[in-house]
């Protein structure tokens, strides 16, 4: 089931519940993330046999005839009761589990909580990434949406939120509605691989599955940010790629907590690892955020580096207001450049292609999104 290209490590597995997760796994196979392996649950037998998944649960066929749950989240959920056996045995035995979903219809949003719940019970360190819908797909689905990421909320280490109708603010009028899904889907690609290949792949210096448990199961929200830029672009303009977006409300001042990984080429200077470094530390505006730091050196990246950064430990309210006046003050003392001065202005469009977009997460101690396609 492994991915046998990768080396011995922890076993991260990424599941897809309901028609949008498996459309979601299945891109993400492929564009390829390393060391991981598939897994695709659905009420739709259909659905199963497009995914090329290595391994496939079918959901409640005796309460749904292999023909989905109709947007049903009962039926969803139930489906997935009775499918406990077959879900434990998929999972038992992970150390990281991502579930994708698409919520707002019925096997995404049903379901999904109640294989984080399994994930749970295995003992495996979970985060949820979904979407939810966009405006043109009714009240009652985004409402429907709401109830499963309070449901996920429950069970899940750390769930990650992206917000289909947000889309149009990375997009233009000649983009198809195909051509939105699959930008929702590959964005929830991009989430999974940010962190899953933190671990997955062999660095000169190493971030190791510990310091991902570390920073994903403290309490409080979670930022992750990813960018891609030439390695000799100014150090500051690189990490606010990474840390501003359309698809983010802040930024990670007040975050105490940061794992933070660069892919660089053989000749990136050791000058501008340290200063991409040290602009992350400066930008939470704390004084000592505590930083687990990985460095992969990759030939094929030909003189760009790669980052990503994942910020937890949020100070408090006060204290962010605080942290957020000063840095205020500083930006009216000085000459911004334009990247700095985007963190206080929504993007309207990436900055360089081909920037990975950056994401908001909610995490939950434990034990404390495409569309849903034919669930």
Not at 73 to 86: F, H, M, N
Not at 308 to 319: K, Y
Not at 335 to 344: D, R
Not at 365 to 370: A, M, Q, T
Request: aromatic share 4%.
């Amino acid at each position: 089931m492994r991915n046998l290209t990768s080396p011995v490590g922890p076993d991260i597995r990424i599941v897809g519940v309901g028609g949008g997760g498996c459309n979601a796994i299945t891109r993400m196979m492929e564009r390829g993330i390393f060391g991981v392996s598939y897994i695709a649950m659905d009420t739709d037998s259909q659905k199963l046999r497009e995914t090329k998944a290595e391994q496939k649960v079918a959901l409640g066929q005796n309460i749904t005839g292999g023909l989905g749950a109709g947007g049903d989240v009962g039926k969803g959920r139930l489906a997935a009761e009775q499918s406990y056996k077959e879900i434990k045995g998929a999972l038992d035995g992970a150390d990281m589990i991502f579930i994708t979903a698409a919520l707002g219809g019925g096997t995404g949003t049903g379901a999904a909580p109640f294989v984080a719940q399994v994930a749970r019970e295995v003992g495996a360190l979970t985060m949820a990434v979904v979407t939810t819908p966009f405006e043109f797909e009714r009240k009652r689905r985004m409402q429907i949406a709401q109830q499963g990421i309070q449901a996920l909320s429950e069970w899940v280490n750390a769930y990650l939120v992206i917000h289909n109708q947000r889309l149009f603010q990375i997009t233009d009028r000649r983009t198809t509605l195909l051509e939105a899904f699959q930008l929702a889907d590959d964005v929830l690609r991009q989430a999974v691989q940010g962190i899953a290949e933190v671990v997955t792949r062999p660095g000169l210096i190493n971030v190791d599955f510990a310091d991902v448990r570390a920073v994903l199961q403290s309490a409080g929200p979670v930022l992750m940010g990813l960018a891609e830029a030439p390695d000799d672009r100014p150090a500051e303009d690189i990490v606010k790629m990474a840390v501003s977006s359309p698809l983010l409300d802040s930024g990670i001042i007040g975050a105490t907590n940061l794992l933070l990984n660069m892919t660089i080429s053989p000749q990136t200077p050791l000058h501008q690892v340290y200063a991409i470094a040290d602009a992350v530390a400066r930008e939470t505006c704390t004084e000592e955020p505590n930083i687990h730091f990985g460095a992969v050196v990759d030939p094929e990246i030909r003189s760009r580096v790669r980052l990503t950064v994942i910020a937890t430990a949020f100070v408090s309210g006060s204290e962010m207001l605080r942290l957020i006046e000063e840095q205020k003050r500083r930006l009216q003392g000085q000459n911004p450049s334009p990247a700095l001065l985007a963190s206080q202005t929504p993007l309207s469009k990436p900055l360089e292609e081909p920037e990975l977009p950056q994401f908001h997460l909610a995490l939950r101690g434990k034990g404390s999104s495409s569309s849903d396609a034919n669930a």
